[in-house]
């Protein structure tokens, strides 16, 4: 982890600190403390519980940062005590919280945190947040304790739940080992859990309040209440020490091969917004060199007009791209709102390859149940898309992410496609949770496959940041450049973080068979170019700089659409991530370090140890800024099998022939 503020722009487009966290040990027992949580909880060397922490959200689902003070760190030989207090206060309201946890050297964790509301504080959630982790646990049996004293048997989920797996918890214990269980206990109030996939989080959240109880809610001033959460080991049988050594010691593995029969690798889109059609026309050479094989261009009836389908038509026939349509129809006619979309189009002069049509009260979100507000059938609604443009593939599903989706799957017989978008920092911002949540896109895919009806899948326009906000009445602002959850803008869209995350993000939906990728934009909040905006950019203020990092990863995978997809496979793909695929008879593998640390990697399985290398890193950034071609000149020749890549370092190989 650098703390040169120069790379630190550079890795995450903003100067704000990076915290390093701060590793406890009790007994068998290790975890790491970080600005008041606890993140990978692991016994024996083996991740039981993701993350505890004691969360408050706002009324729009926004969660408060806490400000700590008052911090006592102190580890003993084999056991540890932390205590802090911790304040959350914005220009209406405030919260105080004291809190203390202790490991003991029996395995036994305790996380106390009593909390005061200085003045009314109104909230959607506040209280303990318990994160299970995926590996070793999808699919898998818990035992599940009721407030009441009585125990049952239940599973985590292994395709995504669209509601609550589990309900009425006071206590959740699952085998971590072969003989080795944890058991985390709840108390101060009734928990569920949720399925996180859902948001793109990796992990499984048991919660406190349920959602079954009104909310936003207000803790009245001078209210005072205490939760606690409590693990316990059960069962040791003294697993083998070597089990906890570091994983990060070791080199990755990374190995690439041949599939029989193999598929196309997806086409590659960007997003466009009609506030940035101006931006995106100052840099249509830009857009015209980074060739994607689609535009997505974003359109509410009743909110934009003719004029902004007239600029994105313009473009287009500059660009030679062709276009998408995600097009927002308000929930009234929905007949007479479709005929005026298309005479829009045709009056626009826009050719369209595509349609996506959602009705406006799906850009929100409903929880699952009985009974939905009135609105339009999507299947009629599809039929009359499907009349009003022949010859345009339709698609359907959701205009925002995949939570959307599948709490309302959509008819699939009238659709070409179906898709959903998805962003990372719903409920975190953090740089670990931004790249680990990378890990739910597999179960993603398989749960949207599985009610699919084998229709081609499409993705986004996706990207770290969220376009809007489903569960609120706004995204969150964030004026000065920092990691904010539910931000629009968010600073690492510039960094190399993001063109690692990208990376990943194409991985993990080539292996889940994604038709079609859409990410980021040319220029806004989700821009790929460095065209001047209202917000700052150190780094690029006031710059010739051309392009952001991650403009060379588009650049790249929209060259590579078509071409016959490879195997890959890490051995710690957390850490590292690849995809490849075969180019008149090269191999192209693109590796990227999805952690702040030095990565040693072997790749393994290559026909020819030649190869060159292009390099996307903190000491390659200039030159892959400058221009859309520095990406080209950062490349040298290499003797495989051994890499070693830098914070969120990207590399593409292709071997000699």
């Not at 589990?166 to 206590?171: E, F, T, Y």
């Not at 702040?596 to 800024?625: E, I, M, P, W, Y």
Request: hydrophobic share 35%; net charge negative; proline share 6%.
């Amino acid at each position: 982890m650098t703390n040169n503020t120069a790379d630190v722009i550079k890795l995450y487009g903003t100067d704000e600190p990076v915290q390093a966290m701060r590793t406890l040990t009790a007994g068998p027992l290790t975890c790491q403390f970080d600005h008041g949580a606890l993140r990978f909880i692991k016994i024996y060397g083996k991740e039981s519980i993701r993350n505890i922490a004691f969360v408050i959200r706002n009324k729009d689902w926004g969660t408060y940062l806490p400000t700590l003070s008052n911090v006592l760190v102190e580890q003993n030989e084999d056991s540890f005590i932390v205590a802090f207090d911790a304040v959350c206060i914005d220009e209406q309201q405030e919260i105080f919280c004291q809190s203390k946890i202790i490991g003991t050297a029996d395995g036994v964790l305790s996380f106390t945190t009593d909390y005061t509301a200085v003045t009314d504080f109104i909230t959607n959630r506040t209280g303990f947040v318990v994160l299970h982790p995926l590996t070793g646990v999808a699919g898998h049996p818990v035992t599940v304790t009721r407030p009441n004293g009585d125990t049952e048997q239940a599973e985590f989920p292994e395709l995504v739940d669209p509601i609550q797996p589990i309900k009425n918890i006071s206590a959740l214990t699952h085998e971590v080992l072969p003989g080795i269980s944890v058991c985390c206990d709840m108390t101060g109030d009734t928990f569920e859990m949720e399925d996180q996939r859902q948001w793109n989080d990796a992990s499984y959240k048991t919660y406190v309040r349920p959602l079954s109880k009104p909310w936003p809610y207000t803790i009245a001033k001078s209210e005072s209440h205490q939760q606690c959460i409590k693990l316990t080991v059960l069962e040791s049988t003294g697993q083998a020490a070597s089990s906890t050594l570091s994983e990060t010691s070791k080199p990755c593995v990374v190995t690439v091969s041949k599939i029989d029969n193999p598929a196309a690798m997806p086409s590659i889109g960007i997003g466009l917004e009609p506030q940035h059609l101006a931006g995106a026309k100052a840099c249509q050479n830009l857009i015209r060199k980074l060739a994607p094989q689609q535009l997505v261009v974003w359109h509410e009836l009743g909110k934009h007009n003719g004029e902004h389908l007239r600029q994105a038509a313009a473009l287009s026939q500059d660009t030679d791209i062709k276009f998408e349509l995600q097009a927002v129809i308000p929930d009234n006619d929905y007949t007479s709102e479709i005929s005026e979309l298309a005479d829009q189009c045709r009056d626009a002069g826009l050719t369209l390859s595509a349609i996506n049509v959602a009705p406006a009260i799906y850009l929100k979100s409903l929880m699952p149940g009985p009974s939905w507000p009135e609105v339009t059938d999507l299947a009629d609604l599809y039929e009359e898309v499907r009349r009003q443009f022949p010859d345009v593939e339709v698609g359907g599903g959701m205009l925002s992410f995949f939570t959307e989706l599948n709490r309302h799957r959509p008819p699939t017989d009238q659709l070409d496609f179906i898709s959903h978008a998805s962003n990372t920092i719903t409920h975190a911002s953090d740089d670990v949770s931004v790249t680990e949540n990378l890990e739910a896109i597999p179960y993603i895919t398989k749960t949207c496959r599985a009610f699919a009806n084998g229709k081609p899948y499409h993705v986004g326009p996706s990207s770290i940041a969220m376009r809007f906000n489903p569960y609120g009445s706004k995204t969150m602002d964030n004026p000065d450049n920092k990691r904010i959850a539910m931000a629009r803008m968010d600073p690492r869209q510039r960094g190399l973080v993001n063109s690692a995350w990208t990376t990943g993000y194409i991985a993990h939906m080539v292996r889940g068979g994604i038709s079609c990728i859409n990410l980021h934009a040319p220029t806004g909040e989700f821009g790929v170019f460095n065209y001047q905006e209202a917000w700052p950019r150190p780094g690029f203020d006031d710059s010739s700089k051309q392009v952001f990092p991650v403009y060379h990863v588009l650049a790249g995978f929209s060259q590579a659409a078509g071409k016959p997809q490879l195997l890959t496979h890490s051995t710690m793909s957390r850490e590292v991530e690849a995809v490849a695929y075969e180019d008149d008879g090269n191999w192209v593998v693109w590796i990227a370090n999805l952690t702040c640390d030095l990565r040693s990697v072997q790749v393994s399985g290559l026909h020819n140890s030649g190869a060159k290398v292009a390099t996307l890193s903190v000491n390659t950034f200039d030159q892959c800024t400058d221009d859309s071609e520095g990406f080209e000149r950062a490349t040298a020749e290499a003797f495989l099998p051994e890499l070693e890549l830098g914070p969120y370092a990207v590399v593409r190989i292709t071997t000699l022939a």
